[in-house]
């Protein structure tokens, strides 16, 4: 099992940004497909972008020119950079790392409001 450690949520204004970060466990970082997921109350849980261990990227539509998922494999970490929030992004952030099965962190809470 892979371990997660989310970092970088907090309260940002309408139009703000914030750069999520997500650092794993272990040795295989390289092959792990990344991926960052959100939950808002009341809602599923939704997809919001992926990574390769090539570094091919997918992200749902909604967040498509403003959010930009990044990995360095030398740290193990993974980089979500949110730009030009909106309240409907507020939500907690899971980063999750799918090799072998599928691991996930604890979750970061994103609040975007004035």
């Known amino acids: 099992q892979v371990q997660l450690v989310e970092s970088g949520g907090g309260l940002v204004q309408p139009g703000g940004s914030l750069r999520l970060s997500c650092v794993a466990s272990g040795t295989f970082f390289n092959f792990y497909v990344m991926g960052w997921y959100r939950q808002a109350p009341g809602k599923q849980r939704e997809l919001v972008a992926t990574?390769?261990?090539?570094?091919?990227?997918n992200y749902t539509d909604s967040v498509k020119g403003r959010f930009t998922l990044s990995r360095d494999n030398a740290k193990n970490t993974a980089y979500l950079q949110m730009n030009s929030l909106k309240p409907e992004d507020t939500a907690v952030y899971y980063c999750?790392?799918?090799?072998?099965?599928?691991?996930w962190g604890q979750g970061t809470q994103v609040t975007v409001s004035s």
């Open positions: 990574i390769t261990s090539t570094g091919s990227t």
């Open positions: 999750s790392a799918t090799w072998r099965g599928v691991s």
